[in-house]
């Protein structure tokens, strides 16, 4: 295992990528066993993204998907998961480092289709990382509220 995984990049994590990334609509692991659940898909991706320690037990952070306030919940996503990438008005996509440029993109649908994965959008975050369903569930709520600044 410790050369299948870079903690904290699950995107350069060979056993993310053999696990989770599909090509052309198949999925090469496990080998001859049903293939892992969206759970724990998103359960190994976040053990790697916060380091891959082995402690024994499963100290990852719990989302809270009642929690969607911008400060709370949807700018420490953008944080973690957009703004590596999306950190300038010239970068592909554009900004994702301030309100406006997360409320922009909120409003246009762009963001909801990107982490979600949908058809015709960009598949966000880059690497194969997707959001937990209730992460989705703080933007969409969050979008639904107008994506208010607070």
Known sequence: MKKGIVPGNVAASKIWQTVAIKKLG???MPQGAAKLSATDLDLLNRWIATGAVDSGACNLT???SGSYTYSGAIAPLMQKYCTGCHNS???SG???LDYNSVKTAALSGRMMGDIMHSA????MPLGGIIFSECQVAQVRKWVAAGAPNN
């Open 94 to 96: 554009g900004s994702l």
């Open 62 to 64: 719990t989302c809270d």
């Open 120 to 123: 015709g959008y960009n598949p």
């Open 89 to 91: 008005a010239s970068a």
């Open 26 to 28: 198949i999925t090469f």
